[in-house]
């Protein structure tokens, strides 16, 4: 009999020692690191920690970062919701390999993201000598950091829209099509409210991938201070510059991004859990 109870004293301890270890362990890796950042970031007080924000170049490394985000993120939006759509609603041929062009840039390294772009539009590229003569500048250009940063986050919408989109079905759609619909009516009044929480949460982890893309963009912008400099970016070369502090808060900025994009996440799952009672008795 006692060695029942000590059977059941361990099962139960067995979790409780598991989620220590997990919460020690992402708290050595995640947490540390992220709490020495904004203790970096404030070293030296929080007058140095805002004068960080108010120079020439890491106001333009925010704007342009802002910028790439708000071009990169509806396109893949766009692009999410018809492949999810594409896939989840038609049999076709060549839907298989479809799925594997969008999970493609999951596997590939930024970096190389970025040289394909190159091979493509660079000098020595297919289209490139065209471009040059037509005074067209994608490389080391905005047109290129938005193409390399459309590439590396293209998968994170459809990746979130596809499984849930193929769990519901096409009945929904099927009966309003039979009560008289049209196609953009019963996407916009079936389809749309359906699978808006996650098309919310795959545009959200789009838009944090996109401000924080560091290899693509590393490869495609040049660098150029002021021009072509992400936020990432900047952060990079103020640390090579010594200037701990200036690197630090803009990272801590990057960081706030990342806490932000969690809490919205949560919330996000709370509210599509809130509309759908039957998940949440599964």
Same mark, same amino acid.
């Given at each position: 009999?006692?060695g029942?109870?000590?059977?059941?004293s361990?099962?139960r301890?067995?979790p409780?020692?598991?989620?220590?270890?997990?919460?020690?362990?992402?708290?050595l890796?995640i947490?540390?690191?992220?709490?020495?950042?904004f203790?970096?970031?404030?070293?030296?007080?929080?007058?140095? %920690?805002?004068?960080?924000?108010?120079?020439?170049?890491?106001?333009?490394?925010?704007?342009?970062?802002?910028?790439?985000?708000?071009?990169?993120?509806?396109?893949?939006?766009?692009?999410?919701l018809?492949?999810a759509?594409?896939i989840?609603k038609?049999d %076709?041929?060549?839907?298989?390999?479809?799925?594997?062009?969008i999970?493609l840039?999951l596997?590939?390294?930024?970096?190389?993201a970025?040289?394909?772009?190159v091979?493509?539009?660079?000098a020595?590229?297919?289209?490139?000598p065209?471009?040059?003569?037509?005074g067209?500048?994608i490389?080391?250009?905005?047109?290129g950091?938005?193409?390399?940063?459309?590439?590396?986050t293209?998968?994170?919408?459809?990746?979130?829209?596809?499984?849930?989109m193929?769990a519901?079905g096409?009945?929904?759609?099927?009966?309003?099509i039979?009560?008289?619909?049209?196609?953009?009516?019963?996407?916009?009044?079936v389809?749309?409210p359906?699978?808006?929480?996650?098309?919310?949460h795959?545009?959200?982890?789009c838009?944090?991938r996109?401000?924080g893309? %560091?290899?693509?963009?590393?490869v495609l912008?040049?660098?150029?201070r002021?021009?072509t400099?992400?936020?990432?970016?900047?952060v990079?070369?103020?640390?090579?510059d010594?200037?701990?502090v200036?690197?630090?808060?803009?990272a801590?900025?990057?960081?706030g991004?990342?806490?932000?994009?969690?809490?919205?996440?949560?919330?996000?799952?709370?509210?599509g859990r809130?509309?759908?009672?039957r998940?949440n008795?599964?």
């Amino acid at each position: 009999m006692s060695g029942v109870v000590a059977s059941r004293s361990a099962f139960r301890l067995g979790p409780a020692i598991a989620i220590a270890l997990a919460l020690g362990w992402l708290g050595l890796i995640i947490g540390l690191p992220l709490a020495l950042v904004f203790v970096e970031a404030l070293s030296k007080g929080a007058e140095a %920690f805002l004068a960080a924000f108010s120079e020439p170049d890491a106001l333009s490394a925010i704007r342009l970062t802002l910028l790439v985000a708000a071009i990169a993120v509806p396109i893949n939006a766009g692009f999410g919701l018809a492949a999810a759509w594409a896939i989840a609603k038609f049999d %076709f041929r060549g839907k298989g390999l479809l799925l594997t062009l969008i999970d493609l840039p999951l596997s590939l390294s930024p970096v190389v993201a970025g040289l394909v772009w190159v091979l493509v539009f660079g000098a020595r590229g297919w289209f490139g000598p065209v471009l040059d003569i037509a005074g067209i500048k994608i490389i080391f250009a905005l047109p290129g950091i938005i193409l390399g940063t459309v590439l590396v986050t293209a998968p994170l919408v459809a990746r979130e829209l596809i499984p849930l989109m193929a769990a519901q079905g096409q009945d929904e759609e099927l009966a309003a099509i039979t009560l008289g619909a049209g196609g953009w009516t019963t996407f916009f009044r079936v389809t749309l409210p359906n699978i808006r929480w996650a098309l919310l949460h795959g545009v959200l982890l789009c838009n944090a991938r996109a401000m924080g893309e %560091f290899g693509a963009v590393s490869v495609l912008s040049g660098k150029i201070r002021g021009l072509t400099e992400t936020l990432p970016l900047h952060v990079e070369a103020l640390y090579n510059d010594y200037d701990f502090v200036g690197a630090f808060a803009a990272a801590s900025l990057l960081a706030g991004l990342a806490m932000v994009t969690l809490l919205l996440k949560t919330l996000l799952e709370r509210a599509g859990r809130g509309e759908n009672p039957r998940k949440n008795k599964a």
